[in-house]
């Protein structure tokens, strides 16, 4: 510690304190207030706003949305991103592969909504298909889909695909750290006695790489709570691929709805404090064990 | 390291990762190869059909980046974008090395306390704040301009700059602080002569972060700044031209590789620092 005047700390302080206060804390209390009132703040309408997030048929399926990102999207980027990081710790040029399955997290989610639209470009089937997709689909006789308008499961499921291409390389990174830090005697010891890989990866691999496997799957889970980007210049919440925050964006800009939009903030803040407290509590058990 | 012994057939291994790889990129070079076509080529046949005469370079043209980047307005964009990027990643990290350092080394009532729901704040989505600091920024006059969303970037960047920050700070050996302090320096001098230059790692990784963060960002920018040509970064103008050109894919695909230029170039160039400083923000709201 260094000594100071009394006043001095609240200088250095006070700039960072003034801008969370007016940028976080006070709009935040703001949002829960006027998400019981209607759309331009004026009548109180209790929990009105709250009945229609949970009535209506679009919101509900944004809810149904989200779930859809949580069952898939979190899975396959966590396992995904642990058989590679398991796969590359094998070979020579790990870090070449690892940087180009980290390359999409370079990019804006606008610059890899193009890149996969492209993708799933769709023409009618006397057209020659110019969406690599498409094509090969051509290739084996079969008619071209247009992918992002199937509702309700294939257009959601090439979203996520986007979600999962972006984020697959960030949980390789992660979790191949926590692989490495595995003893290798352990994982030869279990070869000596006469395991085969996939029982090492079940009995040895999995439980000790447990704590970070939690970490990774609840940022991805809050990660998935708040995705916009992709759907908002992908499909625009179209054929039933709305979300959440993409909603929420329709009620406070397009309907200009400041009631409902509040309301829709603040169910996705409610949604996302469990994951935190889960992340919470993982890293406290974490420092408890060193 | 030693790398593990492999027990199972190794060329089905590496099979199965180039196979993978291969997935990983295929998206962005389809991207890349179709920007560079002609216009005619594109509508008429696959991006994959230039490698049946790679070394035909006829069928490559810079015409598409030139409309793009001229006609359609990507450059007043991309300069734009710097415009918003770099204010708002140096204010603050400014601000937060200034708050991080008075956390990690002074002695105040409520540091533990104040420090701790500073960092609390991370777990606020940006969608609660929107509407109060929107009609707060209206009444102010500064909606659709710069300065509105440099402001918005420093508040939201705020509390995990500082974090990030005052882990590092913090993590400073104490005697340091004690000799300086002996030989009567000031803590604004302890502060720019000590802690500024044994800090430049953790400022590199966050600096990388908060720039790919602006850079990238798409809610902040379209809520706080709109689409008008004058202030758009490329992030809102390229999701306006997927909506108005959705089938010229020669204009999206240059597009969209304008706006990735600049962040390849960074990943490329500085992947160490990169990767820390992603890795850091992955908690961001």
Redesign the interface.
Known sequence: MIHTKKITPWLYISPAVFLLFFFLVYPSIKTIYISFFDYNSEKFIGLKNYFYCFTNETMLISFRNNALWIAFFVPLTVFLGLIIAILLDKVKYESIVKSLIFMPMAISFVGAGVIWKFVYAYRPISAAQTGILNAIRSFFQLEPLPWLIIRPWLNNFCLIMVGVWIWTGFCMVILSASYKGIPRELLEAARVDGANEFRIFWKIILPLMKPTLAVVATTMTINVLKVFDIVYVMTNGNFDTEVIANRMYKEMFIFRNYGRASSIAVLLLLFIIPMILVNIRRFREQETIR | ????????SSSS??L??II??FI?????V??LI?SFRPPPD???????TVFQHPFNFTCYSLENYQRVIAKIGLGRAFMNTLFITIPSTIIPIL??S??A???A????PG?KL?FIF?VG?L???L???????LR?FSNLGIVGTFPGIW??H???G??LV?YLLYTFISGLP?EL?DSS?IDGAT?FQ?FIKIVMPLSVPAIASVTIFQF?WV?????VA??YLGGTPEVAS??VS??AL??SYGQD?EL??A??FV??IL??A??LGL?RY??KG??AG??K?
């Open positions: 390291m030693k790398k593990n012994t492999i027990s199972f291994l590496h199965i990762i993978t790889a990983w990129v295929l998206p962005t389809g991207l179709t594109v509508a008429a046949s696959g991006w994959w601000i937060a200034f708050a350092y008075a956390f080394w002074m002695e105040f540091r104040i500073l704040l777990v606020i989505p969608q609660m704040t929107m509407i109060p600091v707060i402001l918005a420093t508040g939201y705020l509390p500082t104490s602080f302090s803590p302890i790919l850079w990238n960002d798409l809610l379209l809520v490329l992030t390229i999701s997927v909506g894919w999206l695909t597009a969209a706006s990735m962040p390849l960074l990943f992947q990169f990767v992603i890795l992955s908690v709201g």
